[in-house]
């Protein structure tokens, strides 16, 4: 397979049609709000039939680099609503009440923007379906590059699996114990089943008990939420402007808040200027290790860039080398959870927080710790050796120690 | 009453405690996620008892001045479902699984950042609520300023309530005309009112009807969104760099996006640096007229800002002049809707959209006109003499001029 170079493409409207001169085998498309697609030919003869794809995202205060896009989200409410109304036509159980409905009368609401991004991006990653389900996709793209709304948003997004895992647990309860639940419960049920089958498994009429749906859903959500830890699916970079403190520091808080929302960071980014000094990088080098860290030309991230410039410079080299498909720095990776079963302490790896900000709470015994820090929560389920309550916490190198009795 | 001067607050927490030296009248206070608020102390004598509070925004491209925010929307989280649980303590629908929902296990999904902002802010601002209901508010603010977490989300959370009617309507039709909303619908709006009544209404268990209570929320959305055309109750700023014609281009066009939403624009602020050129200025203030154009020297919407300095600049006046809570620049405003029976014309007033980027739809008959550009739709009803199927249309001076037959 061609080797493709994972650039950052600002998602200017302008460069949804850009190739890159002398590489005629690299596409960029551009197919939904705030991601960017680049892959190598499909057509390549030893693309392996398993192949994933990698998710690419970069996290930094806004005007550090990262590009904002305007999005359409409006044209993304009619496929949903189209497949619900398809699905309801075999059911027929709002007796034409949805078929009435003009989807292109429906504006977009707040909020509405980043959950129609993620599901148009879990369309082209597939980070939900199983293999066999991805393997009859027809697209199929090496890296897809995301650029959120916010970094906020984009560190929800990541979150946004293992999160819903308890929505869906609650959910299954108010369905399966109350007297509400058991009367409308299967029928939405097999609606939402009914929709959501149609695209992407064919239709399911002859019906799964509500059982069976509940246990599927909840198998889809684990697998999401484990593709976040894969370094060769997902891909999470800091970005940051080395010469200022709010950037560098909002950097560090970013690659905690990740951590805290069940992804791992691959490395940092550093726009370099011409008068960033030798001890502004040996400052955020240390800052950020053992990350791998890299300077980039401010024009790659600038707008609008000189590509061709772009790829003739040296420093480009290293950065490209860091955002390859080929590396994952597995052994550059903190563990952001380590048990010491002797010594009975937690120790979260948390760089960027201070032990003020972070809460913790258990709620069941002692086998649990709920972690809580910036606007993500984190479930630790504890080892047996070590269960129990909370006896002390201290901070120490980036990581909060909690000591256990 | 003191009067209050609306300054522009950068969101940063360390201005949460921050008052002006020599005007201890002024308070600001940090309330919520992007919500910043600025008061007269509500002990002053000659406050109107029906005062009500207005609400600010500025929208513009990222980095031209807005600022961004993190929210601690997990905090926000907690608020809904602890009345929810109240409501259910005394209807005893969910026979304890609600009750058992730990709050502080639910994760902030993608989206509900803007959700709870935009609760948050309804909370202080009060655009839903009647006047009795808002008299009986403690907390009394002149102005609230809302830093959004972009401006498409902003413009979305303007548009919201006249987007949420149809929405509204749709679900009210599935409650009352399918067997399943005939048999749930019920209990859950019965759930619903009663855990907005316990904030806004006390308790409320002896019960309304079903079509009372729907009648109850189609009248609040419709409150609700006719508060954006008020320039007494909303200020809408847009912010750009005149030297840079993308962040021009930008704020034309959030000026039609803001119209399309259905709110008005107030006036545009240019953030000048030393080497702003005279030819600029002309060229910004002849694009935006009739719109009041006031530069603003950078350090007012920089970070962090001396505000004993910005106090002095003579051009601070001009900018505290067009935000001053007295002017309301209703001659200055272009109708955003003109009809002409004569010519049986439509006129529709988009600055920075191109005819491509519209699109005209018809779905009842020709006595509406459905209106698409960008990701915002807009209904318009047409008045009976000029019903009829779209036969034309063309951009002339920044408006969509169509012709019915």
Not at 247 to 275: D, E, K
Not at 377 to 394: D, F, H, M, Y
Request: charged content about 20%; proline content about 5%; aromatic content about 6%.
């Amino acid at each position: 397979m061609a080797y493709t170079t994972p650039l950052l493409f600002p998602s200017s409207p302008s460069y949804s049609s850009l190739s890159i001169a002398s590489n005629n085998s690299l596409k960029l498309a551009r197919r939904a709000a705030r991601v960017l697609i680049m892959a190598a030919a499909s057509s390549d003869a030893d693309v392996p039939p398993n192949k994933t794809t990698k998710l690419v995202t970069f996290l930094g205060k806004g005007g550090s680099g990262k590009t904002t896009s305007a999005v359409f989200a409006a044209q993304m409410l009619l496929e949903p609503l189209k497949r619900l109304k398809e699905a309801d036509a075999r059911l027929n159980m709002t007796q034409g009440v949805l078929e009435g409905v003009v989807g292109e009368e429906l504006g977009v609401l707040p909020g509405m923007d980043t959950i129609f991004s993620a599901l148009a991006l879990e369309n082209l990653v597939g980070f939900l379906r199983n293999m066999s389900q991805m393997n009859r996709d027809r697209d199929k793209f090496d890296i897809i590059v995301y650029d959120g709304v916010s970094t906020e948003e984009t560190i929800r997004m990541i979150g946004a699996t293992s999160k819903a895992r308890l929505y869906l647990k609650y959910l299954r309860h108010l369905s399966e114990r109350t007297d509400l639940g058991r009367l409308a419960g299967p029928s939405l049920l097999r609606l939402a089943d009914e929709a959501i089958s149609l695209s992407s498994r064919g239709s399911n009429l002859n019906g799964k008990l509500s059982t069976e749906i509940w246990d599927d859903l909840e198998l889809t959500l684990e697998r999401g939420s484990s593709v976040f830890v894969e370094q060769s699916r997902f891909g999470c970079y800091l970005v940051m402007d080395p010469e200022n403190p709010v950037s560098v520091n909002a950097a560090l808080r970013y690659w905690g808040c990740a951590i805290q929302a069940g992804a791992q960071v691959s490395g940092a980014l550093g726009i370099v200027s011409p008068n960033s000094s030798v001890e502004s990088t040996e400052t955020v080098k240390n800052n950020f290790s053992p990350l791998p860290y890299c300077p980039i030309p401010p024009p790659l991230l600038g707008s609008p860039p000189d590509w061709n410039e772009i790829m003739l410079y040296k420093i480009s080299e290293d950065a490209r080398e860091l955002l390859s498909l080929k590396r994952t720095n597995s052994n550059l990776i903190v563990p952001s959870v380590q048990f010491n079963v002797a010594k009975k302490t937690v120790n979260l790896f948390m760089p960027g927080f201070d032990k003020s900000e972070i809460k913790l709470y258990q709620f069941r015994g002692g086998s649990e710790l709920l972690v809580e820090a910036g606007d993500q929560r984190r479930i630790i389920r504890l080892p047996s050796q070590i269960q129990g309550k909370v006896a002390g916490a201290k901070f120490s190198d980036r990581s909060l120690v909690i000591t256990l009795r």
